[in-house]
């Protein structure tokens, strides 16, 4: 057992705490925007704290870790790569800064506007399968984690993800996005102080000669150049890029973030400067796994491999402040997820069958009943699924299911006159073609003829989600405007 | 240590110092936002006494 009786009453204090905080601020009334976006007040500090926070959980650090242990130093490019796609859609605003003017609060509402109720319920199903589907792996994950790097080993995953539901899902149902952003906050706090304090007690231990030597020995030139990596090459650097672009202007726990900025001017200083962090969030994960494969070889298991490390050389006292404030991110990050899809299946697809729509007690209700199915289903899925490729290459190959859709409907309705719904489904289901395509297939591809194997290719699929999504769009619009004239939309606040 | 290592890490000392200061700056000065969050809203027994008025 690697931790302590410092790092057990840090780690019971410090989630103490947490909870207490996130229940005290249920005080403060909510309406529905207040429950889904913090009643659109967040400020640029603020705002930076809780995005940063939101998609910062345990399993980023694993699947991050796990890249670098797997990959080497050239696993770093995808940090460079989700900084300028976030960067890029900071400066510019591109997609974010029209949807805050719209004054929405999902994605799919969009789609009502710009094309039709049909559309925004087909949107919302694509949205809430591939989020939900995303956030499947994320208990199991965390739990490999902490049953690392607490010293219980792997017998103890099950119990482990059990009680972390048991508390995310009373923190999420009870609160709301004013405990989310708060807890947030203090998270963001805690856990950068423990990230610096880590990435020391690594580099007192594990020097950097030693992982260059790993490195090479593993991987060769692979461990060094992405191009070279047989896991990586053009095709999955030009992925990543298309899907850290889209993720920043349309992956929902996100944008939710962006959406309750108090305006459009705030939700790009927010994105801007969070985006810039992005590459350090990876980096740093990445870095402290290839320190994992120095000090173990490459035998370990991947995923472990970078909890193990830290329980080793991470001294008593910041352990305990590591992993509370892992488990105090995760519980943020589930709780902003589970918000988020929760929302998107109330909003966007239950009340897509009621037109006189239901009043805003009974749609946090709603809201709450689905976060906790949702729960249900993290479990079971969790225990059950095995992860093809890496957990990072699955995470954005779920995402690109309904990202790659998303981004040719929004991004056409936003800034092209001739978009229509016929675009509007054609790119959402041809977006969604590929991945599920990949992640059924992919278990079979054995008995798949040679001409169909590139689909099981997570890269290729990847890149073809996003190809296909445009194609639809233009394709679809083009061929059909006579037929389904586009609609026209203005928003109810200016773009700046 | 490989010259592509070298930029590797050049590449990572930059970014991981963007981190942390991002971070520490936004720790000092998140918390006057979070104290103008929760004063633009009314708290539950506000709204009761507003109410009973």
Same mark, same amino acid.
């Given at each position: 057992?690697?931790?302590?009786?410092?790092?057990?009453?840090?780690?019971?204090?410090?989630?103490?705490?947490?909870?207490?905080?996130?229940?005290?601020?249920?005080?403060?009334?909510?309406?529905?925007?207040?429950?889904?976006?913090?009643?659109?007040?967040?400020?640029?500090?603020?705002?930076?704290?809780?995005?940063?926070?939101?998609?910062?959980?345990?399993?980023?650090?694993?699947?991050?870790?796990?890249?670098?242990?797997?990959?080497?130093?050239?696993?770093?490019?995808?940090?460079?790569?989700?900084?300028?796609?976030?960067?890029?859609?900071?400066?510019?605003?591109?997609?974010?800064?029209?949807?805050?003017?719209?004054?929405?609060?999902?994605?799919?509402?969009?789609?009502?506007?710009?094309?039709?109720?049909?559309?925004?319920?087909?949107?919302?199903?694509?949205?809430?399968?591939?989020?939900?589907? *995303?956030?499947?792996?994320?208990?199991?994950?965390?739990?490999?984690?902490?049953?690392?790097?607490?010293?219980?080993?792997?017998?103890?995953?099950?119990?482990?993800?059990?009680?972390?539901?048991?508390?995310?899902?009373?923190?999420?149902?009870?609160?709301?996005?004013?405990?989310?952003?708060?807890?947030?906050?203090?998270?963001?706090?805690?856990?950068?102080?423990?990230?610096?304090?880590?990435?020391?007690?690594?580099?007192?231990? &594990?020097?950097?000669?030693?992982?260059?030597?790993?490195?090479?020995?593993?991987?060769?030139?692979?461990?060094?150049?992405?191009?070279? *990596?047989?896991?990586?090459?053009?095709?999955?650097?030009?992925?990543?890029? &298309?899907? *850290?672009?889209?993720?920043?202007?349309?992956?929902?726990?996100?944008?939710?973030?962006?959406?309750?900025?108090?305006?459009?001017?705030?939700?790009?200083?927010?994105?801007?400067?969070?985006?810039?962090?992005?590459?350090?969030?990876?980096?740093?994960?990445?870095?402290?796994?290839?320190?994992?494969?120095?000090?173990?070889?490459?035998?370990?298991?991947?995923?472990?491999?970078?909890?193990?490390?830290?329980?080793?050389? &991470?001294?008593?006292?910041?352990?305990?402040?590591?992993?509370?404030?892992?488990?105090?991110?995760?519980?943020?990050?589930?709780?902003?997820?589970?918000?988020?899809?929760?929302?998107?299946?109330?909003?966007?697809?239950?009340?897509?069958?009621?037109?006189?729509?239901?009043?805003?007690?009974?749609?946090?209700?709603?809201?709450?009943?689905?976060?906790?199915?949702?729960?249900?289903?993290?479990?079971?899925?969790?225990?059950?699924?095995?992860?093809?490729?890496?957990?990072?290459?699955?995470?954005?190959?779920?995402?690109?299911?309904?990202?790659?859709?998303?981004?040719?409907?929004?991004?056409?309705?936003?800034?092209?006159?001739?978009? *229509?719904?016929?675009?509007?489904?054609?790119?959402?289901?041809?977006?969604?073609?590929?991945?599920?395509?990949?992640?059924?297939?992919?278990?079979?591809?054995?008995?798949?003829?040679?001409?169909?194997?590139?689909?099981?290719?997570?890269?290729?699929?990847?890149?073809?989600?996003?190809?296909?999504?445009?194609?639809?769009?233009?394709?679809?619009?083009?061929?059909?405007?006579?037929?389904?004239?586009?609609?026209?939309?203005?928003?109810?606040?200016?773009?700046? | 240590?490989?010259?592509?290592?070298?930029?590797?890490?050049?590449?990572?000392?930059?970014?991981?110092?963007?981190?942390?200061?991002?971070?520490?700056?936004?720790?000092?000065?998140?918390?006057?936002?979070?104290?103008?969050?929760?004063?633009?809203?009314?708290?539950?027994?506000?709204?009761?006494?507003?109410?009973?008025?």
């Amino acid at each position: 057992m690697t931790f302590n009786t410092l790092d057990w009453t840090i780690l019971i204090v410090y989630l103490l705490l947490t909870v207490s905080i996130g229940l005290w601020v249920r005080r403060y009334v909510e309406d529905l925007a207040g429950y889904i976006v913090a009643g659109r007040n967040i400020k640029v500090s603020l705002g930076i704290a809780t995005f940063a926070a939101t998609e910062m959980g345990t399993i980023t650090f694993v699947y991050f870790g796990e890249l670098g242990y797997v990959s080497g130093f050239s696993c770093f490019i995808i940090g460079i790569l989700a900084m300028m796609g976030y960067m890029i859609v900071g400066r510019t605003g591109f997609i974010i800064a029209r949807l805050r003017a719209f004054g929405m609060m999902t994605i799919p509402e969009f789609y009502e506007i710009r094309y039709s109720r049909r559309v925004r319920l087909v949107g919302g199903i694509i949205l809430f399968l591939g989020g939900v589907l *995303n956030m499947g792996i994320f208990l199991k994950f965390d739990g490999i984690f902490l049953s690392e790097v607490m010293g219980f080993g792997p017998d103890a995953l099950a119990f482990i993800m059990t009680l972390m539901l048991v508390i995310v899902m009373a923190y999420t149902i009870l609160g709301g996005m004013f405990s989310v952003v708060i807890t947030d906050f203090m998270q963001y706090v805690i856990l950068s102080f423990s990230m610096l304090v880590t990435t020391i007690a690594v580099l007192l231990e &594990v020097d950097l000669g030693q992982m260059a030597e790993a490195v090479a020995g593993s991987y060769g030139d692979g461990g060094f150049d992405p191009v070279a *990596n047989p896991r990586f090459g053009w095709t999955f650097l030009v992925w990543v890029f &298309v899907s *850290n672009l889209a993720a920043a202007a349309l992956w929902q726990p996100g944008v939710s973030k962006a959406l309750a900025s108090e305006s459009p001017a705030v939700a790009k200083k927010v994105f801007l400067v969070t985006g810039l962090s992005f590459a350090g969030r990876a980096m740093i994960p990445m870095f402290w796994g290839i320190a994992a494969l120095a000090f173990f070889g490459p035998g370990e298991n991947s995923a472990s491999a970078m909890p193990k490390l830290l329980a080793e050389v &991470v001294p008593g006292g910041f352990l305990g402040l590591l992993v509370a404030g892992l488990l105090a991110a995760s519980m943020s990050t589930y709780s902003s997820y589970l918000l988020a899809w929760s929302s998107v299946v109330t909003l966007d697809v239950v009340s897509c069958f009621r037109p006189a729509g239901f009043d805003e007690r009974t749609t946090i209700r709603i809201t709450r009943f689905f976060a906790g199915l949702i729960g249900i289903f993290l479990l079971i899925f969790g225990l059950w699924y095995e992860v093809p490729d890496t957990a990072y290459q699955y995470l954005f190959i779920t995402g690109a299911m309904y990202t790659a859709g998303a981004l040719g409907c929004v991004t056409a309705g936003l800034y092209w006159k001739k978009a *229509n719904l016929v675009g509007a489904y054609a790119a959402l289901i041809l977006g969604a073609a590929a991945p599920a395509g990949f992640l059924i297939l992919e278990r079979f591809a054995a008995y798949l003829p040679q001409w169909l194997r590139f689909v099981t290719d997570v890269n290729v699929s990847g890149v073809l989600s996003f190809a296909l999504a445009a194609l639809g769009m233009v394709l679809g619009s083009l061929l059909t405007q006579r037929a389904h004239p586009p609609k026209h939309v203005q928003p109810e606040a200016s773009y700046a | 240590m490989p010259d592509k290592m070298l930029i590797w890490m050049v590449l990572f000392g930059i970014f991981a110092v963007c981190f942390f200061v991002i971070a520490a700056y936004v720790s000092v000065t998140g918390v006057a936002d979070v104290k103008a969050l929760l004063t633009r809203h009314v708290t539950s027994d506000d709204a009761e006494k507003a109410e009973n008025k």
